[in-house]
């Protein structure tokens, strides 16, 4: 099914766009109401809400695709809600219970199925689940009313350039502690990379690579998305770590490599002083898809990919594209990964 949206598909960057639904429910009283989709997206908020005193906040992340065959299908929306309740557990905020999550984000998607962007364009619609603290709390403790909201958005890469290898540095900033949020979607963990996200752009890079924040000799993530790696021998590679978000994308990478691909796939800790010596770096994630790395900088130390600046490497590719062709609908699923929506 074609939309019937005038939008430039092929030309989207990763941005907000507003979209005609999106769901809200509120937390009140130790329960959540039963939920409704609104056209109205503002939210009016008491000065002092515990979201804006105290960044009571989590999100997620994930994408509703046109498939080969015409239906609109959402990945593995089930790991998302999985993965909030974990957000909302460490935030002490009330989880949003994961069966109606999915139920949600159907409804969205649903109603906004025009702005789902054709098959083949390269675009996506983005879906972005979140929930806050929004009566007000003036000491420090968790606030007792919340509101879940999901709204849409359709995207374009992440990168622009798309599948263009991009170049990273090591961050001399952390963006977790040694057990503090650093596994889950919290927003603070993503205010505390904000400076170092400008100041990388500023200095010509696309994006931070985190080391450990306990020892500064492993690589973590980037601020938006794991890492993999690909040994000169075709293994792939993951950090091994606490404190860094357990990717959806990187999960399903994982397992394509093994049971699609024929590949070793091992999560261990990943040392600095052993990236000079891979063959491939991509960033994945939701946002990110497998985006291809080709320079990492150390403090003025080049490390070259010998994939280098111009096309993903050969294992990257072969993942990118299987991935892809999962979501789409051109290679077929493992059970569960795919819900049809329409
Ligand atoms: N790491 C961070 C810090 C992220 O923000 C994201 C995006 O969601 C990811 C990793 C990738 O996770 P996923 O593949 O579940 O989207
Ligand atoms: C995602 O991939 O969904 C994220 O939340 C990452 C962010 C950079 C948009």
Avoid at 51 to 80: I, S, W
Avoid at 126 to 142: A, C, D, E
Avoid at 180 to 200: E, P, Q, R
């Amino acid at each position: 099914m074609e939309t019937k949206m005038n939008i430039d598909w092929a030309n989207l960057g990763f941005g907000y766009l507003k979209t005609d639904y999106r769901f809200v429910s509120n937390y009140k009283d130790g329960r959540w109401d039963d939920g409704e989709l609104t056209t109205d997206a503002t939210i009016t908020l008491n000065e002092s809400a515990g979201v804006l005193q105290y960044a009571q906040t989590c999100f997620e992340g994930l994408k509703a695709y046109r498939t080969a065959d015409g239906h609109v299908v959402c990945f593995r929306p089930d790991l998302n809600a999985k993965r909030m309740a974990d957000s909302c557990r460490r935030l002490e905020m009330p989880v949003y219970p994961e069966e109606k999550f999915v139920e949600a984000i159907e409804k969205v998607v649903k109603a906004n199925l025009d702005y789902v962007p054709p098959y083949g364009t390269g675009a996506t619609l983005y879906l972005r689940p979140y929930m806050f603290g929004s009566n007000n709390v003036i000491g420090v403790k968790p606030a007792e009313e919340y509101q879940f909201r999901i709204f849409a958005t359709p995207v374009g890469p992440y990168f622009k350039g798309g599948a263009k290898p991009i170049t990273v540095r090591i961050s001399d900033f952390d963006r977790a502690a040694p057990h503090g949020t650093g596994h889950i979607k919290a927003g603070l963990n993503y205010a505390m990379s904000l400076h170092a996200i400008v100041d990388a752009h500023k200095q010509g890079f696309n994006e931070n690579i985190y080391l450990d924040p306990a020892t500064r000799t492993k690589i973590e993530e980037t601020g938006g998305a794991n890492i993999i790696f690909v040994t000169k021998d075709n293994k792939v590679i993951t950090p091994k770590s606490n404190t860094i978000l357990p990717s959806i994308t990187r999960r399903s990478l994982m397992y394509v490599a093994e049971h699609y691909l024929g590949l070793q796939a091992e999560e261990r800790e990943v040392r600095l002083d052993e990236v000079k010596d891979f063959k491939e770096c991509a960033l994945c994630g939701t946002a990110a898809v497998l985006s291809p790395v080709g320079k990492i900088v150390d403090h003025g130390k080049e490390i070259l990919l010998p994939s280098g600046m111009n096309e993903m490497g050969e294992i990257t590719r072969k993942l990118y594209d299987t991935l892809t062709g999962i979501q789409m609908g051109r290679i077929e699923a493992p059970d569960g990964w795919i819900k049809v929506i329409s």
